[in-house]
């Protein structure tokens, strides 16, 4: 079992180094091509961080364990709040006050509500995925909208964004080495981190629905971590909410969109009864630091994290 441990790990890097390749290239590969900076953040950057959990939850379904796709975006989603957002307080703490990010929010609100009254209406097919995929879109246009809008306001002289996976000078050979990593080790490490998820839980007697939840949820969200933790050390606390906003906005509405159009996901009655509630009520406890801009400090960091794991202690 040791070995399935190895081989999960394993996975998880070989994901986690083959989502970060993919998108330096095909950042590059874009702006190259002329396409906005703006329009790569919105698309190719925010897929691109999101490919180890799009992923693993294709490879799940095709595997046959679907449950593991459904428990990896709502254990990802509990985690980017509690762990993700709770860590970095702990280390620094986040100053919200300058953040604006009560729009996003909303949609975040809005869609996990939509995707809670999906669930019930369960299992995920097809119908469901393009419902999710829609709102998707809708939300893309109207960040698109909202970001034209402040730079008219600003009489068009706002700078352009900038991209920390941007550069001017790389070549195309470097660019096309980037796309081919990102490309082969994204499967590669999807079917190594399912396969033996896949294992240890039969092993232990436990559904995948579950690993999914803990280990797999826990592994894909350590790019957001990593995020979140930089930015509240250099104090942009609005990089570290907006991370974790967006990065839900996209597990809810384009990994199980793009996941349900693959095959059917039926959903555990565990879900419906107890995880899909821990996940929107995460979700609401960011409610006073969006709109009141309270600071978040690490009382509230460590009181995140011991939330996080009561939660994880329930799930066995």
């Known amino acids: 079992m040791t070995t399935e441990f190895l081989y999960a790990g394993l996975g998880l890097i070989i994901l986690l180094l083959a989502g970060d390749v ?31 959990e799009l992923l693993i939850s294709i490879q799940s379904i095709l595997d046959g364990v679907p449950g593991l796709a459904l428990g990896n975006v709502v254990g990802s989603n509990t985690a980017n ?43 995920f097919v097809w119908w469901h995925g393009l419902i999710l995929l829609v709102v998707l879109a809708l939300v893309l246009l109207d960040q698109a909208r909202a970001v034209q809008a402040h730079r008219r306001e600003a009489n068009g002289v706002a700078p352009e964004e900038e991209l920390e996976e941007a550069d001017p000078d790389m070549p195309w050979w470097k660019i096309g080495i980037y796309l081919l990593l990102g490309l082969i080790g994204l499967p590669l490490g999807a ?50 909410l907006g991370n974790v906003i967006g990065s839900n906005l996209f597990n809810l509405l384009g990994i199980m969109g793009v996941a349900a159009l693959v095959g059917p996901i039926p959903v555990d ?6 995880d899909l509630w821990v996940m929107i009520g995460a979700s609401l406890l960011l409610l006073p630091f969006v709109f009141w801009s309270i600071h978040m400090g690490r009382a509230v960091g460590f009181g995140f994290v011991a939330l996080y794991t009561i939660y994880i202690v329930s799930l066995f």
Not at 24 to 50: C, E, H, M, Q, Y
Not at 82 to 108: E, N
Not at 269 to 274: C, H, N, Q, S
Request: net charge positive.
């Open 81 to 123: 709040i509690l762990l993700v957002l709770g860590v970095p307080a702990i280390v620094s703490g986040l100053d919200t006050r300058k953040c604006d990010t009560k729009r996003s929010y909303l949609m975040m609100i809005g869609g996990s509500f939509l995707f809670i009254g999906l669930a019930f209406a369960g299992p």
């Open 191 to 240: 079917s190594l981190l399912v396969d033996s998820a896949t294992a240890i839980a039969s092993a232990y007697g436990v559904s995948d629905t579950v690993i999914g939840l803990t280990l797999v949820a826990v592994g894909t969200s350590l790019p957001e971590l990593a995020t979140t933790v930089m930015a509240a050390i250099r104090k942009h606390a609005e990089v570290a």
């Open 269 to 274: 009655v565990e879900i419906l009864r107890y």
């Open 22 to 52: 993919l998108v330096k290239g095909a950042v590059n590969l874009s702006l190259r091509l002329g396409i906005p900076a703006l329009i790569v953040s919105l698309t190719v950057v925010a897929f691109g961080t999101s490919a180890p």
